[in-house]
């Protein structure tokens, strides 16, 4: 018999936060995001935890092939973290740059060491603390991708 065609799943923002909901709920935090200190350890492994989200974000999709549908959120949720690591990556470099030093300077090599400026944004977000060129830069990822400034906070 030939496969079934499942429905393509269009990731509208309801249903991208509804996969970043259920990746914080309590009984899917410690698989989707790693425990806490002090926390327990959980006996779901990862597949049931997507199928567990699945079964509650896609579920007609779930009804069809389980399998199917757990690997359609792992896909989801594996590019969301991607793209929350690319985003958080340029917040990181925004204070790279390069400073000759002293001893070098002195002895005429002609060397260079990396400079960062403290860009810590908090999971929060910006305080107080956080530079104006970090909090412009989180300004524009935000608008871009309104997921990261929830994903920063987990």
């Known amino acids: 018999a030939p496969k079934q065609q499942l429905p393509k799943i269009t990731w509208t923002p309801a249903l991208t936060w509804a996969l970043i909901n259920q990746a914080q709920a309590k009984e899917n935090r410690n698989v989707m995001l790693g425990k806490e200190v002090g926390e327990n350890s959980t006996r779901d492994n990862k597949t049931q935890v997507l199928k567990r989200i699945a079964s509650i974000i896609i579920p007609e999709i779930f009804g069809l092939n389980k399998d199917a549908a757990q690997k359609r959120i792992g896909t989801k949720w594996d590019g969301l973290k991607t793209t929350y690591k690319d985003h958080a990556s340029k917040l990181r470099q925004i204070g790279a740059g390069i400073e ?9 090599v002609n060397a260079f060491k990396h400079k960062y400026m403290d860009c ?4 929060d977000g910006p305080d107080a ?26």
């Open 129 to 154: 603390e956080t530079t104006p060129r970090a909090k412009n830069l989180w300004d524009e990822i935000t608008t871009k991708w309104p997921y990261f400034s929830v994903l920063h906070s987990l």
């Open 120 to 123: 810590y944004v908090p999971p």
């Open 100 to 108: 000759e030093t002293q001893a070098h300077a002195e002895s005429g």
